[in-house]
């Protein structure tokens, strides 16, 4: 059965596409250049909504499906089903093609995206398939798209377009800590059992807890925690606990008039010169010289 197409027009649509001429004069701006939107847009309920480009796009396109459900295949490949709650990016210069579903048609809040760190940003994704995005993070994600286009409704000025193209780098840094956290947990059990480890080092600063313990808090073997957490963090379990503590170390040096050797054994370290050896080497200055540098 021929399906019907329809490129744009949903009843209570959003849409703005910056003029040409606007973005030749200020996309060399220094505020605006590593990151800045064309094109930016909600389409709701947007049955039939479709689009083809065999050569793909100038920008780097960032659709949110916060409703029914649609598709979209890139470079002629596989084809990914786009559900509520799901995030895509396509790589600028990808040929590409989507759609909504018919039987439950897509809303969807899109933008387009050009600017020197747009590949920073975005490059991992490359045919990468549509990232659930949580429940907190959808809300951020859809306050940063209203005020983008709450702001560039009152006008193109190079203040609003400045100020938009700040608000465009927080949503891609944004997208790219959840895409990033999924590729290294594609469960999301995995993410929450290494979120209680930490949690629990965070509680136990001022004790001492043993890796087993902390493997024991993910329901996990050590050999394998060890590996999920060294992949999530960059650091061993014990190596982050350890920086959580000079962390807190560094706040009672600010805050408080405890000496150094006080200082170590509240968060742990019985071990005064073992406890100054480890803080220079985390901090880069002893605690002595941290405590006297101006802060602030």
């Known amino acids: 059965m021929d399906r019907l197409l329809k490129e744009d027009g949903f009843p209570s649509q959003k849409l703005i596409v910056l003029p040409d001429h606007i973005l030749a004069e200020y996309a060399a701006h220094p505020l605006i250049r590593p990151l800045h939107i064309t094109d930016i847009g909600c389409f709701p309920h947007a049955r039939h909504h479709y689009r083809h480009r065999p050569e793909g796009s100038e920008a780097y396109i960032v659709m949110y499906c916060t409703d029914g459900s649609g598709w979209v295949t ?78 560039l409704l009152k006008g193109y000025t190079l203040d609003h377009v400045a100020y938009v193209s700040q608000l465009a780098c927080h949503l891609a840094g944004m997208i790219r800590l959840v895409h990033a956290r999924r590729q290294a ?68 040096l600010d805050l408080t008039d405890l000496s150094v050797k006080a200082v170590g054994v509240r968060v742990g370290f019985q071990d005064p010169y073992y406890f100054s050896r480890l803080f220079k080497k985390i901090m880069g200055k002893s605690p002595s010289e941290y405590r006297s540098t101006h802060k602030g």
């Open 74 to 151: 890139l470079d002629g490949e596989r084809r990914h089903e786009v559900r509520k709650g799901e995030l895509t990016v396509i790589p600028a210069g990808t040929p590409h093609e989507y759609g909504s579903s018919e039987e439950e048609p897509w809303t969807i809040y899109w933008l387009h995206l050009k600017g020197e760190l747009a590949s920073s940003f975005f490059g991992e994704y490359g045919k990468a398939a549509p990232v659930p995005i949580p429940v907190e993070r959808s809300l951020a994600i859809i306050g940063l798209f209203d005020e983008c286009y709450e702001l």
């Open 185 to 252: 947990f594609p469960s999301p059990r995995r993410q929450l059992d290494i979120e209680k480890a930490v949690e629990y080092m965070t509680e136990h600063l001022e004790d001492n807890v043993s890796l087993a313990e902390l493997a024991a808090q993910a329901a996990l073997s050590v050999p394998h925690f060890t590996q999920l957490f060294k992949k999530k963090t960059g650091y061993s379990p014990i190596d982050y606990y350890l920086r959580l503590k000079i962390q807190l170390a560094s706040q009672y």
